[in-house]
């Protein structure tokens, strides 16, 4: 059974930094792009960024660009979310989500490597502070 | 960027009526659409692509359609099961995707 596992959320204090994981099994994780999206509480959803299928690319909304990083390790089949110098704004769920398009070398080498989101986990809760 | 509109906000029906939510997009994005169903306390559920795909599993009374800048998402015979919010997501972007604000399908 395909299947996300975020961990990482807590209370933490404004101007802290936090890393966020997401543990995936039943699928060939190292072939998709892997999603962070964020919700906080009683707002809509806010796409954070994605990692390639290889780790070797990662796009970010511009908001949060230069201090959340995401990374992974297809060894363990864990994507991380790393965030520094949050603020009471960065109070949310924070959810990462498996890409809908399966990658491989020739079809992701250049260009897109991500689409829509098929797979969700059940999300980490992370609260900013003071 | 691309910004993602979602009308209306919230969408008072009850069990048997048929709904429609429009989506309207900034700029073109031919059919790169997706929408999500999100119920309370829930992570968000896939339940269309490519505008009018439907996902494996989702109910044929879920339909979408529109293309360019406005899309619509229709729930014929609403069940009590589709009380829930929904979102639209661009994914024309090679730089990234985007969220539509959401409407909520509550009982009138």
């Known amino acids: 059974q395909m299947q996300l596992v975020e961990s990482g959320g807590g209370a933490v204090q404004p101007g802290s930094s936090l890393r966020l994981s997401c543990a995936a099994s039943?699928?060939?994780?190292?072939?998709?792009?892997i999603h962070w999206v964020r919700q906080a509480p009683g707002k809509g959803l806010e796409w954070i960024g994605v990692?390639?299928?290889?780790?070797?690319?990662?796009n970010y909304t511009d908001s949060m660009k230069g201090r959340f990083t995401v990374s992974r390790d297809n060894a363990r089949s864990t994507v991380f979310l790393q965030m520094n110098s949050l603020t009471t704004e960065d109070t949310a769920t924070y959810y990462c989500?498996?890409?809908?398009?399966?990658?491989?070398?020739?079809?992701?080498?250049?260009?897109?490597?991500?689409?829509?989101?098929?797979?969700w986990g059940k999300g980490t809760m992370v609260t900013v502070s003071s | 960027d691309i910004q993602m509109t979602q009308s209306p906000s919230i969408l008072s029906a009850s069990v048997g009526d048929r709904v429609t939510i429009t989506c309207r997009a900034s700029?073109?994005?031919?059919?790169?659409l997706a929408w999500y169903q999100q119920k309370p306390g829930r992570a968000p559920k896939l339940l269309m692509y490519?505008?009018?795909i439907l996902e494996s599993g989702v109910p044929s009374r879920f339909s979408g359609g529109g293309s360019g800048t406005e899309f619509t998402l229709t729930i014929t015979n609403l069940q009590p099961d589709d009380f829930a919010i929904y979102y639209c997501?661009?994914?024309?972007?090679?730089?990234?995707?985007?969220f539509g604000g959401g409407t909520k399908v509550d009982l009138k």
């Open positions: 490519r505008a009018s």
């Open positions: 700029q073109s994005i031919p059919n790169w």
């Open positions: 990692v390639s299928y290889d780790g070797a690319r990662a």
């Open positions: 039943g699928f060939e994780f190292s072939n998709y792009a």
């Open positions: 997501q661009q994914y024309i972007s090679y730089s990234g995707v985007s």
């Open positions: 989500a498996k890409d809908s398009f399966r990658c491989t070398v020739n079809s992701c080498s250049s260009g897109r490597f991500f689409f829509y989101m098929t797979l």
